[in-house]
């Protein structure tokens, strides 16, 4: 007998709970060694190459490319040695996912019965018994429209156990008519119940045969006569219409919805405007390409303006999680990546800690990883602060979305030059616009507005950024 391995959706990261696969690399049937790429797995952000960790077979796919699986989750089946169609089915059979309830639940749970929502305080006064005041605590229920059935209305465990369970499927589609019976099912015996459902569903008694006492016709022989209605056919998707290309979301498509959806849905943002002359800036990375032959980007000069920004100003450098503000120690800056499959930022950790250039050397090789799909999820998981620059694009200006759980986040647009007036003369000066998006539930306005005035002044005095 062969012995089979199962290989199973793999976890990414805390956030992770599911995964697509994307493609098999490895055929069916087909021997693999160590090392080999087996195959991509897309996640919310990424898409992931999953290497053989020892030469095998693979012996079943289980998922195929395009599903998406719980982390988990059975994917495909390992063997060493030829193994037979009926072992490798009752492997399957037997396979019970080890990452716990996540692998479990093919299907998204049903939403709960009760919501924080109906969180309602039970009066002390209440006539509600001890181990129903316990039923509805636990379980969040509104107890207010309940009718209490125990002795002088008291509420009991059986009552808010009732209340709990969803409403049960109505028997038939019509309410039953309480107008006086035709005269003509006097002649019947049947009960008043079945006999007004007759006359409501246009059945004839005379036709059935009653299963009751001594014949009698019943409410469920008349409900046994009527023609169920039949269910509405299952609409077809939308169709495109002419010149309309439809495409499904990606995951990673998706989770930017989602999460951006969120965000604005959730953070109360407000935006502070200001602009920073950047002509000692040009000058200072001129003079860098002209002795080096290359330099840092505009972009990664920010950088490391807004970290040391940051470092003076703690209060900005923060998540929000629920009620609770995350103080962070270093800045953990994400930067903004397009990348064909949607928005990705990876991080520049401690970011106060390192020099331009290295930032320069961090933010291009995440920002090739990003592009390639092999971010790795510490990569971009977290952070303390965020720039987006679309200055590269011509953007003169723009606000950015918070990203969740972080507070602020630094929208730069384009350099344009300006001009202004110097002892009352007219000269020239390049300027970038800077719009920083606020949490208002962590940042107050002025705490934002002297960290803007702080990284304005840092922008305008680049020395400091090498020092």
Not at 66 to 73: C, Q, S
Not at 130 to 151: C, F, K, M, T
Not at 435 to 457: E, N, P, Q
Request: aromatic share 4%; net charge neutral; proline share 6%.
């Amino acid at each position: 007998m062969s012995q089979l391995r199962a290989f199973t959706m793999p976890k990414w990261g805390i956030e992770m709970t599911e995964g697509t696969i994307a493609e098999w690399m490895v055929a069916e049937g087909q021997d693999f060694a160590r090392g080999d790429i087996l195959t991509l797995i897309e996640t919310d952000k990424i898409t992931n190459e999953v290497e053989a960790e020892f030469p095998a077979r693979l012996a079943r796919i289980v998922t195929p490319a395009g599903a998406m699986r719980p982390v988990g989750a059975l994917l495909a089946v390992f063997s060493e040695g030829e193994a037979a169609p009926a072992e490798i089915a009752a492997f399957i059979a037997d396979f019970a996912p080890a990452g716990g309830k996540a692998a479990a639940l093919a299907t998204p749970a049903p939403p709960p019965l009760f919501s924080a929502d109906a969180r309602v305080a039970i009066p002390d006064t209440l006539a509600i018994s001890p181990a129903a005041r316990a039923q509805a605590e636990a379980s969040q229920l509104d107890i207010s429209g309940i009718s209490g059935s125990g002795r002088n209305g008291r509420i009991t465990h059986q009552d808010v156990t009732q209340a709990g369970r969803p409403p049960a499927p109505a028997r038939d589609t019509g309410a039953v008519s309480i107008a006086p019976l035709s005269a003509q099912l006097d002649g019947h015996f049947a009960s008043p119940l079945a006999k007004r459902l007759a006359l409501q569903h246009d059945i004839d008694l005379a036709t059935i045969t009653g299963t009751g006492r001594r014949g009698r016709i019943g409410k469920a022989d008349v409900l046994g006569r009527i023609v169920p209605p039949t269910m509405p056919e299952t609409p077809a998707a939308p169709t495109a219409e002419a010149g309309v290309e439809i495409v499904a979301m990606s995951p990673m498509r998706k989770a930017i919805a989602r999460q951006l959806s969120f965000s604005k849905a959730t953070i109360p943002h407000f935006y502070l405007r200001n602009s920073a002359k950047v002509d000692a800036l040009l000058a200072m990375r001129a003079q860098a390409k002209r002795a080096t032959g290359e330099a840092p980007s505009i972009n990664d000069y920010l950088i490391r303006a807004c970290a040391l920004a940051l470092r003076a100003h703690p209060d900005v450098n923060v998540q929000v999680h629920g009620d609770a503000i995350h103080r962070h120690t270093h800045a953990d800056i994400a930067v903004a990546v397009a990348t064909d499959k949607g928005l990705l930022t990876p991080i520049v950790r401690a970011a106060e800690t390192k020099s331009v250039a290295r930032i320069s050397a961090e933010v291009k090789a995440l920002a090739e990883r990003a592009r390639a799909g092999r971010l790795q999820a510490e990569q971009f998981q977290g952070g303390s602060f965020s720039v987006s620059n679309l200055g590269m694009f011509g953007i003169e200006t723009f606000d950015a979305i918070i990203n969740p759980p972080q507070a602020a986040i630094l929208a730069v647009g384009a350099a344009r030059q300006e001009t202004l007036g110097v002892d009352h003369a007219l000269a020239f000066a390049t300027r970038i616009k800077l719009s920083l998006s606020c949490d208002h539930r962590a940042i107050d306005g002025a705490v934002g507005a002297r960290f803007l005035a702080d990284l304005t002044r840092l922008i305008e005095s680049p020395e400091e950024l090498t020092a």
